[in-house]
């Protein structure tokens, strides 16, 4: 994961981004409970990973098999499938 990809993450859980080293709470400098927004970037991480895992399912082939790799794409959707209600 790049430091953009961080970085995108934070302002989607709800962090204030002023640059590559400086990033707020919605709260700014004032103590508040971040449990929200830590809980949202943990999740968009956990779903960033999971994506990542499901195309390297999708994308591997196993030349013994010759076959459309059916496996691969059966693994994609379980993993997709996992923390969706």
């Not at 981004?17 to 927004?37: C, M, R, T």
């Amino acid at each position: 994961m790049t430091q953009d990809e961080i970085i995108e993450m934070a302002r989607q859980a709800g962090f204030t981004v002023i640059s590559k080293k400086y990033i707020l709470s919605p709260y700014g400098f004032e103590d508040a409970d971040l449990s929200e927004e830590l809980s949202n970037f943990y999740d968009l991480s956990i779903m960033k990973e999971q994506e990542s895992l499901a195309v390297l399912c999708e994308t591997w082939f196993d030349p013994m098999w010759h076959e459309h790799n059916q496996a691969g794409h059966e693994l994609a959707r379980a993993i997709r499938s996992r923390g969706k209600a």
